[in-house]
């Protein structure tokens, strides 16, 4: 099985700042691969370097066999990847279902006249839409909620309908940007679950996670980032008997 | 919808209703003619700037464009139907070969306007947009030399009404017992183009394309990520609200009969914005309102402040295009400080339904 | 030649009031991110107190000229600072955090409310300056310029050397830009933010009483609609040199009036005649649609707080 996406010598420069130099990552199809690091490390600029927020200075992506070229961040999700913000981005004063149908955007075509007219295909586009909303809202556990706004359900449900628009979107990779941020035990269970499902069905996951239990109990496979720097990349178990690593998290003396 | 699920469940006292207002409707312009044409015409007045107000809620509302040169459009509009159906040129080319045209007009020039500075952040856009509106109107103002195109500050007079064969809009007819003056043919018009315009509204509304505008207006860096060309989706809002503004100007001159550049205006565009705004922006229904208030009220005002000052204190202190105009920078201010989701909020319809 | 050295002389009177005017567009955006429309109302006003003033002591007194406009000058600055005040407490104050949209809309509805008021009290006809002033011309090679012409230039270089002493060399300067690059944080350290950006509103109404007092006197009349126009190209001036940025502001607004003046100089045999002179507000637009969609953080660059 060739490797879905390819990161190689992948560097970024903020003014004198080398947010990431020389990140060279391999995540396979069908697996959960973790990234992790201090704070600051550079792994939200990694997301947004891959998203096409930011252009890296140097290196390539190679995605499901081509390079990736993206000169806007929009087409990052017509090429099959996906993602969540740290911070949740919903669209607040949409319903949970309209969240959900906006990520079917990408993946659909009726323009202007398609609106205006509403004629059979533009219809049926729709019905599909809405069904797959629907569909998306139940298997993240948001069934029956569609109409409630985004900004009045709660914050673990936000970050599971944030989930689902990104599913929308049909990607072949989907990158989660602390999804289990501010979450208790229970919620954290219940996003590993969804998560392995998710793999399940086929969508290759790359995680940014602090929460040590749930990336070494989800994950396949581990990067981890320290100063813009991988230095270290494998299972679970080999990382987290790295010294190296040990050393980023907890400093030196305790080695 | 929200009119879909209600007729489900009543709909003898929904189609009732509809009824009701259609019928209304229809005798309205015979009512008011009582009173005097003059009703008439402000009534059609007021139908045009509810489908300008319509068409910059597509911009200001749906996509959360602040556009503050949009009566540029009405403007281009208005022309275009000017040079191509009176003295002008002596072009007089039939109305529904015009109005497509002055519609096509508008929607390139808001693309042109579009494309180079929907990326600018939003109040730099207010003001870009603003620009754009003045440089129009300056041009509109100036073309009279050395080549006469658009005859300058005096504007352009004797504009052909609308005609289908020998039924023109402009002449007083009895048809079926009823005396239709003219203003009153132009109504019923402009009632078919304002129910058209509502369609289509609510239709973008609810499509993909709506759901994308709603979306930018949101979270502009969230739609990126799903996949949406915020450039080109923005740039559809300004060509749609651009069009809807360039088949009111058309419509315009032709009831009117003459038109100048000042009636495209700065103020103009601020008055339609003040209209989107009273209304709650991106709310439909709330906008028709927000537009009927601000056209009708001062109206009325006129007609009774002026007496009402005069008799209490035997001279005029404050002119009713005074009153006018303070109405609507209070409107617009009072609005932002205490209301700004509008008088009917549209959110708040979503949430009673939502708590059922 | 002759034409191009006047049209410099008169582009540089203009711009120098444009670029009194656009400190206080800049100074007002660099710490809040809005657009005070009502500004150039606020120039409107300074000139038709003046005009008011100096029209009564003119037909009711026999002071000396210079005095009577000092005088006229120093009674419309203090009602320019207090409808500065005004505008920041009751229409911007409560939407400081608001969506960037919500306080454009509310400049737009306080400047026509300033209009309308300003008419009510002054009426539609125009307030003219009496002919106090002597006409002294001076001949500069093969141009002329005016006394008036002298006055407003070294004016407003005293008001803008006056204003950077001020933000660069005072305690009060400094808690301006502090509270422009953050204002949280300022407060944390002690700043009064709320004050700090009263006082921002009132030096800029301030700037504007004189501004407006210059530009009727250079054209001789005072009309309540004089402050609209006027008030955007200062604004497009303010953004030409870099919103936010004092030296911005100065140089954009030098920079606007002579290009405004050369282009209406020049425009007609340019275009052989197809355009005239009459286009001239168009340029303002021009510059601005033009520096926005090609260099956007202006000529000097931008200084703007971390609100965006």
Known sequence: MSALLEAVNIGKRFGGIEALSSISLTIQRGEIYGLIGPNGAGKTTFFNVLSGVYRADSGDFNFNDTVLNISAPHEVAASGIARTFQNIRLFANMSALENVMVGRHVRTRAGIFGAILRDARTRAEERAIHERARTLLEYVGLSGRGDELARSLPYGDQRRLEIARALATDPHLLALDEPAAGMNATETATLRRLLERIRDDGTTILLIEHDMKLVMGLCDRIAVLDYGRKIAEGVPAAVRKDAKVIEAYLGGELA | MNLAQRLKSNPAAVWGGIALVACALLALPFVLAMAGTTWVRVTNLAILFTLLALGLNIVVGFAGLLDLGYIAFYGVGAYVYALLASPQFNLHLPFWIILPIGALAACVFGVLLGAPTLKLRGDYLAIVTLGFGEIVRIFFNNMSQPVNITNGPQGISRIDPFSIGSFSFSQNEVILGLQFSGPIKYYYLLLLVLIAVIVINLRLEDSRIGRAWQAIREDEVAAQAMGINTTRIKLLAFAMGASFGGVAGGMFAAMQGFISPESFVLVESVMVLAMVVLGGMGNIWGVIVGALLLSFVPELLRHTVDPLQRSLFGHLIVEPEVVRMLLFGLALMLMMLFRPAGLWPSRVRRRELAEK | ?308
């Open chain 3, 1 to 308: 030649m002759d034409i191009f050295l006047q049209q410099i002389i008169n582009g540089l009177t203009l711009g120098s009031v444009y670029a009194i005017v656009a400190l206080g567009y800049t100074m007002v955006y660099g710490i809040i991110q809005l657009i005070n429309f009502a500004h150039g109302e606020v120039v409107m006003i300074g000139a038709m107190v003046a005009f008011s003033v100096i029209g009564w002591l003119t037909t009711n007194t026999t002071l000396p000229p210079l005095l009577i406009v000092l005088i006229g000058t120093l009674a419309a600055i203090p009602v320019c600072v207090g409808v500065g005040y005004a505008l920041e407490i009751f229409a911007y104050r409560r939407l400081r955090n608001a969506p960037r949209l919500a306080p454009l809309i509310t400049a737009i509805g306080a400047s026509i409310v300033l209009q309308q008021l300003a008419m009510m009290i002054w009426s539609r006809n125009p307030l003219g300056f009496p002919q106090i002033i002597p006409n002294t011309v001076f001949n500069v090679g093969g141009a002329t310029i005016t006394l008036i012409q002298i006055a407003i230039i070294a004016i407003s270089i005293a008001l803008m050397i006056a204003l950077t002493l001020v933000v660069y060399r005072t305690r009060l300067g400094v808690a301006m830009r502090a509270t422009s690059q953050n204002a949280q944080i300022a407060g944390l350290m002690g700043v009064n933010v709320n004050q700090i950006i009263a006082i921002t509103f009132m030096i800029g109404a301030a700037l504007a009483a004189v501004a407006g007092v210059m530009v009727g006197t250079y054209y001789g009349i005072a009309h309540y609609t004089m402050g609209s126009l006027l008030g955007l190209k200062a604004f497009c001036a303010a953004v030409l040199g870099g919103i936010g940025n004092l030296a911005g502001a100065m140089l954009g607004g030098m920079l606007l009036g002579i290009v405004e003046a050369l282009g209406a100089g020049y425009i007609g045999d340019f275009t052989n005649n197809v355009f005239g002179s009459n286009y001239q507000d168009v340029f303002a637009f021009l510059v601005l649609i033009g520096v926005l969609v090609f260099r956007p953080s202006g000529l000097l660059g931008e200084r703007i707080g971390d609100r965006a």
